[in-house]
Structures are given as structure tokens and as C-alpha cells.
């Protein structure tokens, strides 16, 4: 009974395991062969990201409005109350209430002809998470979990994929059939260190070895009886959490390192905040974070609620964009602004706007993206794409060819079917220099 606690650690239906869970185990006894992970340790950041790519998406959940962001039409009747400003880029223009994402525009390239046919949340969300729709045979993994496997570094001893902010994994999204150890480390709280990641008291860095040296032993017996599957994956959970919680890598989550001026400049509202955790985790070697603005999904009173939304994203998008430029880390960093689909050119009872995929917007920056350009157009009403339509799997495609990943490679799914990281589509090359 102890052997068959141990072998199965509890995990939700997508396959992700909480960070108190699995670091309970570990601070109950249990632990894992962690074989490298002290040499891991020792690897310098600067040299992690002279060698790769990394991503940072911001999702808007809910689906933002094209109108009241970044494809605005003002003085018509589909544009409703919102004005549209200027951009150091001529012939750029975007929603009055992006003034700070607005100076950063020769940063920006936008792609104001996104189209597809999901117009419901959680299929939607879920497609433009994984480049697929839901599947009731496979459970696909979500874009961070394949970029943290394609180009993340395999010793590295923090989290490949780290996910800021998200409430709603449970619609399934996660490594999928990857393996645990690709799943999204969850941050519900960036100006908090992440909770539970510490040793238990009393236990020390020896007393912890030798609880990571008797699972070995233990597991070995075990794979030998016929678990060698069960035991492989287990030992990569605790041996990821292991690495975790000796890291000294793990500062990284800590935002009162920052000075007061800077985390003002994203500002304090937990997205901000994320956003320039975000900053200070790819720069210490993750590959993949993603930050979410929740509430987009304005039925009702969208000007209002997007205006007060726009503010806290704008400020925490661009200043992102200014640190990464400064820092010399932009041209390594796809950023990605997005959410599942956009808002109705009608403006229906509620003053609000309702599910529209035909015709939405998505913004790309850094990664070799050439910024300050617009690629596609929707028509003068806002409701039909009018040149250029760009469908999930080319964004996808333009992902992979951003980040140097092949988006044709097959990984094996369930039942050893070989299944490709995208299915389709072309990249927008237009987008690279």
C-alpha cells in the first residue's frame, strides 16, 4: 500500500500536479533519483538564453474586443464611442485607451486578419492554446508545454513553462500527452514567492539527499516488477520539485528585488506585475511564460470594462517591451498578445459586444518580428477579413518559426500515433525581416 501510494501522486484531469502535492511528498519523505540535478544548478542564466528562444504570451481571457483595441473604427456606427490615436508609425493607428503599447508600435507587428470558426470559450481557448480543437482521444499539449520540451534546456533546475495568473487550466490545458514533466508551473500570485517551495523544517540539504536516494532504491525494485512507465514519470516530477525547491535560481519569483520605480512602470495590478515577472524569469533561463488578463468577455457594458482592462494591460504590455528592448533580450523573445477570439461589429442591447472569430486581431513582438507594420484588414464595418487571412495554424506556424521549432516535427501521442506540433498552415513570413 505505502509502495502504491508513492507511485501515484494525485493530478487532474489534465495531467498537472499542484506545486503543494508534489512538494509535500517530498517534505513526507518520498523523493526521486534526481541525477544531475546539482550540476544543473550551477548552469550561469546568461549562458541559458545566449543558447535559445524563449516566449512570453499574454492571453487575454474572455476574447478582447478588435474595436476597442487594436483595430479600431472610429466614426462609424460598429465603432461605437471609442477614438483612435496615432502611433509613431505612420498609418498605425489603435484604441485611445493604449497610449503606452501605442510609443511602443516599432516594436509591434499586428495582425489585424486572425480568423476561425470557434466562437464558444472553452473550444476556442483551448484551440488557441494548442493550435487544436478538443479531442476526446488526445489531449493535446498547450503551446508552452511543446516550446518548453523544443527548445527549453532539459537541466535546467526551474520550470520550463510557467504560467501567471491562469484560473482556467482546468479547461484542460496542460502537457498533455508530453508528460508531467512539460506541465505549466502555476503562479496564481506574482507578488508572492511561489508557496510551499521550500524544505520542511528540520530537514536539511543531507537529510533531503538521502530521502531522494531511498525512492531510488525504492522505484528500482518497483520498475523491475513491471512500473518502468509509472516510475519514469513519477521520477520526473520529484526530481523537477527537488531541483526547485535547492535552486538557487528560485530568487527569480521574488519582485521585492525590484526597485520601487520599476515595478511602477508596469504597473502594481497583478498583471503588470506579472508581466514583469515574466521579464525576470526568461531572463534567468525559462523558455515559456504566460500572463493572463481575465474578464474580456464583455457582454455587457464592453466600452466601460474595456477601457478600464486596456489600462492595466497597457501599461504592463509596454513596459514589458521597454525592459526586454533595454536589456538587449527582445530579438530572443517572442512576445505574444492575444486572446481566443474577438467581439461582434454590433453593439447589441447591453451596450456590450458578443463572440466574434470571423475577423479578430493578434499582436506579435520581438523574436525577429519586424515591428511597426500591419499585416491583413478587415473591412470598413469591422465584420468580414478584406485581405490577408491568417488562420490559427499559420499563427501557430509563425510561432514555431519565430522560436526555431520545427512545426511539422510529430511527437507520439496515445497509442504510439506519430502527431505533428502543428497540423497545417504556413508561417507569416511577411512578419520576419
Known amino acids: 500500500m505505502f509502495l502504491q501510494s508513492l507511485m501515484h501522486v494525485r493530478t487532474d484531469a489534465a495531467g498537472r500536479v499542484s506545486r503543494r502535492t508534489f512538494l509535500h511528498s517530498v517534505g513526507a519523505g518520498a523523493g526521486v533519483a534526481a541525477l544531475g540535478w546539482k550540476d544543473a544548478v550551477t548552469l550561469h542564466a546568461a549562458d541559458l538564453r545566449q543558447r535559445g528562444m524563449a516566449c512570453i504570451l499574454l492571453f487575454m481571457n474572455g476574447g478582447p474586443s478588435q474595436f476597442e483595441t487594436f483595430d479600431p473604427k472610429p466614426d462609424t456606427k460598429n465603432g461605437g464611442p471609442t477614438k483612435a490615436i496615432d502611433t509613431p508609425v505612420s498609418g498605425i493607428r489603435i484604441a485611445e485607451h493604449w497610449?503606452?503599447?501605442?510609443?511602443?508600435?516599432?516594436?509591434?507587428?499586428?495582425?489585424?486578419?486572425?480568423?476561425?470558426?470557434?466562437?464558444?470559450?472553452?473550444?476556442?481557448?483551448?484551440?488557441?492554446?494548442?493550435?487544436?480543437?478538443?479531442?476526446?482521444?488526445?489531449?493535446?499539449?498547450?503551446?508552452?508545454?511543446?516550446?518548453?520540451?523544443?527548445?527549453?534546456?532539459?537541466?535546467?533546475?526551474?520550470p520550463g513553462f510557467v504560467s501567471i495568473g491562469n484560473r482556467r487550466l482546468s479547461a484542460g490545458l496542460g502537457a498533455g500527452f508530453l508528460g508531467m514533466q512539460f506541465a505549466p508551473f502555476v503562479v496564481n500570485n506574482?507578488?508572492?514567492?511561489?508557496?510551499?517551495?521550500?524544505?520542511?523544517?528540520?530537514?536539511?540539504?543531507?537529510?533531503?539527499?538521502?530521502?531522494?536516494?531511498?525512492?531510488?532504491?525504492?522505484?528500482?525494485d518497483f520498475a523491475k516488477a513491471g512500473a518502468q512507465r509509472q516510475v519514469d514519470g513519477h521520477q520526473a516530477l520529484y526530481t523537477s520539485a527537488a531541483q526547485l525547491v535547492l535552486s538557487p535560481h528560485l530568487k527569480a519569483f521574488d519582485l521585492n528585488q525590484e526597485k520601487d520605480s520599476v515595478r511602477d512602470r508596469y504597473g502594481r495590478s497583478s498583471f503588470g506585475q506579472g508581466c514583469l515577472l515574466a521579464r525576470r524569469l526568461v531572463e534567468t533561463g525559462v523558455t515559456f511564460v504566460e500572463v493572463e488578463s481575465d474578464g474580456w468577455d464583455t457582454h455587457q457594458n464592453n466600452f466601460d470594462r474595456s477601457k478600464s482592462l486596456s489600462g492595466e494591460v497597457d501599461k504592463g504590455f509596454a513596459a514589458l517591451l521597454a525592459d526586454l528592448r533595454e536589456r538587449g533580450m527582445l530579438e530572443k523573445t517572442l512576445v505574444i498578445w492575444m486572446g481566443e477570439f474577438g467581439r461582434t461589429p454590433r453593439i447589441n442591447g447591453n451596450n456590450g459586444r458578443d463572440h466574434f472569430p470571423r475577423a479578430f486581431t493578434a499582436a506579435l513582438a520581438g523574436g525577429g518580428v519586424k515591428g511597426g507594420q500591419v499585416i491583413g484588414a478587415t473591412?470598413?464595418?469591422?465584420?468580414?477579413?478584406?485581405?490577408?487571412?491568417?488562420?490559427?495554424?499559420?499563427?501557430?506556424?509563425?510561432?514555431?518559426?519565430?522560436?526555431?521549432?520545427?512545426?511539422?516535427?510529430?511527437?507520439?501521442?496515445?497509442?504510439?500515433?506519430?502527431?505533428?506540433?502543428?497540423?497545417?498552415?504556413?508561417?507569416?513570413?511577411?512578419?520576419?525581416?
Do not use: W
Not at 507578488?191 to 522505484?219: C, H, T, W, Y
Not at 473591412?379 to 478584406?386: C, E, K, N, R
Not at 488562420?391 to 505533428?420: M, Q, S, W, Y
Open 99 to 158: 497610449p503606452n503599447v501605442a510609443e511602443r508600435m516599432k516594436d509591434i507587428a499586428l495582425i489585424r486578419s486572425m480568423t476561425s470558426k470557434e466562437g464558444a470559450h472553452p473550444r476556442a481557448v483551448y484551440q488557441l492554446h494548442t493550435g487544436y480543437l478538443p479531442s476526446g482521444a488526445v489531449n493535446y499539449p498547450t503551446f508552452g508545454s511543446v516550446a518548453a520540451k523544443e527548445i527549453g534546456q532539459p537541466d535546467f533546475d526551474l
Open 190 to 220: 506574482p507578488n508572492q514567492m511561489p508557496s510551499n517551495a521550500e524544505l520542511p523544517s528540520g530537514v536539511n540539504d543531507r537529510r533531503f539527499a538521502r530521502r531522494l536516494d531511498l525512492m531510488k532504491d525504492i522505484e528500482e
Open 379 to 433: 473591412s470598413a464595418d469591422g465584420s468580414d477579413v478584406t485581405d490577408r487571412p491568417v488562420g490559427v495554424a499559420d499563427l501557430f506556424c509563425t510561432f514555431c518559426h519565430a522560436l526555431k521549432i520545427n512545426p511539422h516535427k510529430e511527437n507520439i501521442g496515445p497509442f504510439d500515433r506519430p502527431i505533428k506540433i502543428v497540423d497545417g498552415g504556413k508561417p507569416v513570413k511577411e512578419l520576419f525581416a
